[in-house]
């Protein structure tokens, strides 16, 4: 009887350590040797939300495993297990697990709100919108919700509602960081009010400075600070979906010349934005506070950047020093280019299917690219088509998603 209500107290304080975000200490109880509540939902409810806020998905996967064994009409194991397997990339084991916790229990609102955050993930914002109806029929008042429903006005271009729902989310939560972050991006999409943008986002790092969300956040509306920078930085690695309806495909037949070249003219453009963010990333770096926001995957592009960059004038100062005849000239400067543009590009897939697609890609390019290696013209021609072949798969999502 004593150690069952030792142990019923650990596991008290390591939910109320959970409730402060110490989920590391939380850990350091739930691993203590219980012998009569090993096994018991709750422990393993504490032990599986620790390991996820954690990053640490091997154990995760472990608890979850052994959880869902004991626990299958639990509805809250698989809610969770749905966030699982969407940190490790599987949406489709994500969607699973969030229909049967809403199968085992139709009344729970974070349920609802699970599946719409889904579908807003996979940009089906219909569906998005039903499920955000039925969860917002139960309880119109869910912090969690309201800020999905304004996610959902948000993708609609339906600022003024997305405003709506993302203030009313913060009237019961004010101090959310992502919700702060996600009020911030609205108001920037409406280019009226920077200032107060900027104070949201500045806001929503203040209540979180471990918040990726409200990093990125700051550093996106810093990018969008004027005209100049909005123009050649703010579109960095931006990614567009081409609705091919009947209508489009006979537009893109009859005027094919024309939509090849403005095509051309827009991936162009997309190449200068993304050298134009990494290099605002790169200016970052030199500010004794703002270097701060940048995160280790942005300081490596940078890194890479750099590194390309100083090979591009090695390579030209050499052509001058050596006189190099035009022709290698150009396929230093065109392959330089392209290596770098792509390879700072990579940062930039979140997918671990995506990531092996880039990894094949650039394989056969290097094999195509070694075809011409002895001549140089023909080197660098193929550097920029294998870019811009590249760069609209990129940018158009038929790859690398």
Known sequence: METFEAEMKMLDRAEQLVDFGRYEEALKVLKQPFTQLWDDP???????????????????KRVMDRALEQYANISIFHHLASHYYEAVDDIA????????????????????????????????????????????????NDATLL???????????????ALSYVNRALEIDPNDSKTLALRSRIIASGKKDLQDAEDSAFAALAANPNDEFARETVIEIK??????????VGKAFSRYSINWTGRNVILFILFWKGTLLWAGFGILYMMVTWYGGVLYNSILRLDNKLKYLL????????????????LL??????????DFSGEVLF???????????????????????????????????????????????????????????????????????
């Not at 085992?104 to 349920?111: A, F, K, L």
């Open 223 to 232: 990018r969008n600070s004027n005209a100049f920078f909005r123009f050649f």
């Open 147 to 161: 800020k999905i429903n304004a996610i959902i006005h948000f993708a609609n271009g339906a600022l003024k509602n």
């Open 42 to 60: 709750k422990r393993l409810l504490l032990f599986f939300i620790c390991t996820l806020e954690t990053k640490d998905y091997i154990n995760a």
């Open 295 to 310: 995160n280790g995957k942005q300081i490596t592009q940078s890194n890479i950047f750099l590194g390309f960059n100083l």
């Open 331 to 401: 396929a230093i400067i065109a392959s330089t280019l392209s290596a770098l543009l792509i390879a700072i590009s990579f940062f930039e897939i979140k997918t671990s299917g995506g990531r092996m697609q880039f990894y094949w890609c650039v394989g056969l390019g290097i094999l195509l690219l070694s075809l011409a290696i002895t001549t140089p013209f023909a080197f660098g021609i193929l550097s920029i088509l294998g870019l811009l072949i590249y760069g609209v798969l990129f940018s158009v999502q038929l790859l690398f998603n």
């Open 93 to 140: 084991g994500a969607f699973k697990h969030a229909k049967i916790a809403l199968e085992i229990e139709p009344e729970s609102v974070d349920n609802y709100s699970r599946l719409a955050a889904l579908y807003v993930q996979v940009e089906n914002i219909e569906e998005a919108t039903r499920f955000a109806t039925l969860g917002e029929s139960l309880d119109p």
């Open 313 to 322: 004038i090695t390579g030209i100062l050499a052509h001058f020093v050596f």
